[in-house]
């Protein structure tokens, strides 16, 4: 029997945690401003991370991400993409 849970809302810190677990580095030290390409953020970790965040906000464009590099961008990503 399988359980299923649902889906939380996609929070920034679900974000940041998400982004921080990939580059294995503590969600404190990824700063709204920062670009996460500076973090060391690659292309196919960013890909993983929205498809990931995909399943909880549908309808993410994977180019929008690519466009801008900070977690603050980002969100605003999200945030645009939930109310189209």
Same mark, same amino acid.
């Given at each position: 029997?399988? $359980?299923?849970? !649902? =889906?939380? !809302? $996609?929070?920034?810190?679900? =974000?940041?945690?998400? #982004?921080?677990?990939?580059?294995?580095?503590? !969600?404190?030290? #990824?700063? *709204?401003?920062?670009?996460? $390409?500076?973090?060391? $953020? *690659?292309?196919?970790?960013?890909?993983?991370?929205?498809?990931?965040?995909?399943?909880?906000? !549908?309808?993410?464009?994977?180019? *929008?991400?690519?466009?801008?590099?900070?977690l603050d961008e980002w969100w605003a990503v999200v945030e645009r993409t939930r109310r189209a």
């Open positions: 029997m399988t $359980l299923h849970r !649902p =889906m939380t !809302p $996609l929070t920034k810190d679900d =974000m940041r945690a998400d #982004i921080a677990q990939v580059l294995d580095v503590a !969600p404190e030290s #990824i700063a *709204d401003g920062d670009s996460l $390409l500076d973090h060391g $953020l *690659d292309s196919l970790r960013a890909m993983d991370l929205v498809t990931r965040w995909e399943a909880r906000v !549908p309808h993410l464009d994977y180019i *929008d991400f690519f466009e801008v590099e900070t």
